[in-house]
Structure formats: structure tokens, C-alpha cells
């Protein structure tokens, strides 16, 4: 216990520091003030900010949500600069050889700084939490209750203890890099990777699922494997943490994917991390040596595993039916070029070309898997027949006159058992004619022929599956036209 507590040498530089560093603290909370009143930033950005973190538009509704999500974006803010303004002595030899001089063992020194930046994160979060709660809200029309009021500040409570995690976690990535441009990279880099980890898997899917059918591809109604990537998402980044608790705080837990009870457990694996970063952030620390000043940043949890890894999850979001792409040569362009960023060099190695190349062609296999597997059964074009509550069946016939375009609509629907076994039937029957005329241009579209069925087997209460029939394909589709009007399943309504 004796060892946690400063020594008087270590008090005085802390005063020192603190002192010498005041002004930049007034302007810091003046300026996170400002941005918290929305002076500083429009509000449609900040919008956009949470949008890009898991939002949505009308997630969030009237100035005071909106006044409350600037309060945990500064938490984050401070949680990313702090690190970088504290330790950046580390960045250049000079700077390293006086304060690693001074008469104040290392490991205590990594203390004397670490406490700094969390005196200023926790004072500068509860003075904005304080100012928003006396002012902002006071002076809003959207009025809430006592105790929305307090389950507002134990939210930003918490958020303060996430941004804690979150500086915590820089701290260690500024104190592993040897130069301030890779400090700066590898907190933006480890900010993004869980948004791009969530959208290459989200496009991924979405791309197998509409190469595995021969529907026209509208949208995924199955969301049970996005909801599956959703956790691991939200677990990877703490401001998207935030921003669902927001989304759990504005619209009462209405459009929010994972339960609370998750949340609190990915704060607490959060907080079992912090831990970890912040020993081995006082261990690295301690082994710094001051000829790395200023170097190129080699540790294997900075470029040599993010250039891969963000390469393999860009391949994925973009991968097709086709090996060889574009896509895969703007990656490669861009891979190389990460390299050359990495290493400040131009450089070309078979090795490199060779991870390229086991990258794509697993990115190719993967998806080739998942599309041969129907996302390994999780896609199915036909639904079952105990899922089904109703039916509707809807056929458009495009066609042109000399003056203009016009269209005839068929409509059809059914509830009964027999009825819906006989469009899952036919549309079975429609499948077997598309697998073999894969075509489906849009430009020569003649028919559309869409299936809805009501169910409560999916998110969205119905499955739909929509086909296209071209010129070439019209003496067969008129040939089905024919045989569901005898079996009285549509009946003709013209537009």
C-alpha cells in the first residue's frame, strides 16, 4: 500500500506539471464545452459520428439527447488525446533522454503521468457532466423527469469509467510506438477496426446470401448471423458500447440489438483488459530506451498485424464469384502502400506477395463456402410450410407503346394450407427455370414475379422472394400466368 502512495519529489513534479499545463486544461474544457453546447459542431455531425458507431436517425430525437451524446464523444476525445499530449516526450530522443533523467524511478514516473491524464479525464468529464446537468438541460424544452435525470448521470458515470478503459488502452499503444505518427495511426486504426470488422462481415453475408439464390437479392430478412456479429462488435469498440446504451437511454430500449445485461459484460471484459494494457503499458515503459526515439514502430500488435488483417476484412467486404477483381488490385495497391507507410520505404518482397495471395484466396474460399452452404443453412429460399401464415403472390408485366411505358399487375394471396403449399409449389417450379436461365437484366426486364410470406419465423414478419424475367424468358412466365389463374391463385388489376 506503503508503494501506491507519491513521494514528495513525485508531488512536486505532479504540481509542477499540472501548473505548467493549466492553461492548456482551461482551454480543453472550455473548448469541450463549447462542443457539448453545440456552439462548436453542427449537430448533423455529431449525428453522422453516432450513425457511424451503430445509430440511427431516429434514434435520437430533440437538443438534449443530442446535447447528451456530446458528453460521452468528449469522454472519448479526451480518452484518445490525452495519451498522445502526456507521453509524447517518448517521441523524440531529447525529450526522452530529460525526463527519463529525472531524479524519479521510471515505474513511478509512468504513475506520475498515467494519474495526470486521469485527473484531467475524470475532472474535465464530470465538470462537462455538471455543466450539461445545471445549464443545458435546464435551459431545453425537452424537460425529463427526476429520475431520467439520475439514470442519466449514473450513464455518464459509466461512461466515464469507459473512457478510463479507453485511455488506458491508447496509453499503451502511444507508449509501444516509437514516433508520433504511429501513435496517432494506431489509435485511429484500433478506433475503426471494429467498425470495418462489422461491415466486412455485414457485406459478406449480405454477398453470399445473394449468390447463393436466384431471387432477386432485396434484402437479407434472416438477421440472425448479423445479429451475431453485432455482440463481437460491440464488445471490440467502447464508444459503439456508448452509443447503444444512448440508443437503450433515448428510445427506451426499442431499437437496441444486445441486451443490457451483454453490455455490462463487455464493460467488465473491458475492465479485466484495462488491467492488462495498463501493466504492460508500466512494463514497456520501465524497457523504453532512448536510440527507439523517433523510430519506426516494429511491435507485432501494430503494423505487422493490422496491414494484414484490415487487407483480409477489406477483401471479404468486397469479394464476389470472381477470384480475380479490381477490388482485389486497388486492396493490393493500397496494401503495399500501408508498407511503404509502415516502413518509410518502397519495398517488394515475395513474402509480401505471397500473404497478399494466401489473404485472397482465403477471402475467395471463405466466400465460395458460404455460398455453396446457403451461409450453412441459415439462407433458405424457400421458407417452410409451418412458418408460413399467409400468402401474397404479385406479377408485373412491363411492356411499351409508342408514346410511354406501361405495366399490368397481378395479385394474389391465400392463408390455407393447401393454398400455401401450392405456391411453395411454384415457387420451386419458378427456382428450377431460373437456376438454368440465370439471367437478370434489368434493362429487359418483362416480368417481375415477387413472393411474400407473412411469418413470424424472421425479424421482420415477412419473407420475400423477388424474380426477374426477361424478354427471352416471357413465353414461359405466360405459361405459368396461365396455369395460377386456372388454379385461381391471382387475378388480373391493371395500372
Known amino acids: 500500500m506503503k508503494q501506491l502512495l507519491l513521494t514528495n519529489t513525485e508531488l512536486s513534479y505532479l504540481k509542477y506539471y499540472i501548473k505548467k499545463e493549466a492553461r492548456l486544461g482551461i482551454t480543453a ?3 469541450l ?14 449525428k453522422i459520428g453516432l450513425i457511424l458507431f451503430g445509430g440511427q436517425f431516429d434514434d435520437y430525437s430533440g437538443s438534449g439527447w443530442e446535447s447528451m451524446s456530446r458528453v460521452f464523444i468528449s469522454v472519448c476525445i479526451l480518452a484518445y488525446l ?3 499530449y502526456l507521453f509524447r516526450f517518448l517521441m523524440n530522443r531529447s525529450g526522452n533522454d530529460l525526463y527519463l533523467s529525472l531524479p524519479i524511478e521510471r515505474k513511478r514516473l509512468f504513475y506520475v503521468h498515467y494519474i495526470i491524464g486521469l485527473f484531467y479525464l475524470i475532472t474535465i468529464s464530470l465538470l462537462l457532466l455538471l455543466g450539461y446537468s445545471l445549464f443545458v438541460n435546464t ?13 442519466y448521470i449514473l450513464l455518464n458515470i459509466y461512461f466515464i469509467v469507459l473512457g478510463v478503459c479507453l485511455y488506458t488502452f491508447f496509453t499503451y499503444i502511444v507508449i509501444r510506438c516509437h514516433n508520433l505518427l504511429d501513435a496517432i495511426l494506431m489509435e485511429l486504426a484500433y478506433t475503426l477496426l471494429p467498425l470495418l470488422f462489422y461491415y466486412a462481415l455485414h457485406a459478406l453475408i449480405t454477398h453470399a446470401a445473394e449468390a447463393s439464390t436466384t431471387y432477386l437479392f432485396l434484402g437479407f430478412d434472416d438477421t440472425s448471423l448479423i445479429n451475431i456479429i453485432e455482440l463481437p462488435t460491440a464488445v471490440l469498440s467502447i464508444p459503439i458500447q456508448m452509443n447503444l446504451w444512448m440508443i437503450y437511454f433515448c428510445s427506451y430500449a426499442s431499437k437496441a440489438a444486445i441486451a443490457c445485461e451483454l453490455l455490462l459484460v463487455a464493460g467488465f471484459l473491458w475492465i479485466i483488459f484495462t488491467v492488462c494494457c495498463f501493466l504492460g503499458a508500466r512494463k514497456s515503459f520501465v524497457r523504453i530506451r532512448s536510440e527507439q526515439s523517433g523510430q519506426n514502430t516494429n511491435a507485432f500488435f501494430t503494423y505487422p498485424l493490422l496491414i494484414p488483417l484490415v487487407s483480409f476484412l477489406l477483401l471479404i467486404a468486397t469479394q464476389s464469384e470472381h477470384l480475380f477483381s479490381i477490388n482485389i488490385i486497388l486492396i493490393l495497391v493500397a496494401f503495399l502502400l500501408a508498407h511503404f507507410i509502415a516502413y518509410r520505404k518502397i519495398s517488394f518482397s515475395i513474402r509480401k506477395l505471397l500473404l497478399f495471395i494466401s489473404l485472397a484466396a482465403s477471402s475467395f474460399l471463405l466466400f465460395i463456402s458460404l455460398t455453396k452452404t446457403n451461409l450453412f443453412g441459415a439462407v433458405k429460399e424457400v421458407p417452410k410450410l409451418e412458418e408460413i401464415d399467409s400468402f401474397t403472390l404479385a406479377v408485373t408485366q412491363y411492356y411499351a407503346n409508342n408514346e410511354s411505358s406501361q405495366s399490368t399487375f397481378l395479385i394474389g394471396s391465400g392463408r390455407s394450407d393447401e393454398a400455401i403449399a401450392d405456391i411453395l409449389a411454384e415457387q420451386a417450379k419458378i427456382m428450377d427455370y431460373k437456376k438454368q ?10 416480368y417481375i414475379v415477387r413472393f411474400q410470406y407473412d411469418t413470424d419465423a424472421v425479424e421482420q414478419g415477412f419473407i420475400e422472394r423477388t424474380y426477374i424475367f426477361n424478354q427471352k424468358d416471357k413465353e414461359y412466365i405466360e405459361a405459368r400466368i396461365a396455369e395460377w389463374k386456372k388454379m ?3 387475378q388480373d388489376y391493371t395500372e
Request: proline share 4%; charged share 10%; hydrophobic share 50%.
Open 82 to 84: 490525452l495519451p498522445l
Open 33 to 46: 464545452a463549447l462542443f457539448v453546447s453545440g456552439l462548436l459542431l453542427p449537430g448533423a455531425l455529431v
Open 488 to 490: 385461381h391463385i391471382i
Open 139 to 151: 435551459l431545453s424544452i425537452y424537460q425529463i423527469s427526476s429520475a431520467e435525470s439520475f439514470s
Open 29 to 31: 474544457i472550455i473548448i
Open 437 to 446: 436461365h440465370s439471367d437478370n437484366d434489368i434493362y429487359d426486364q418483362a
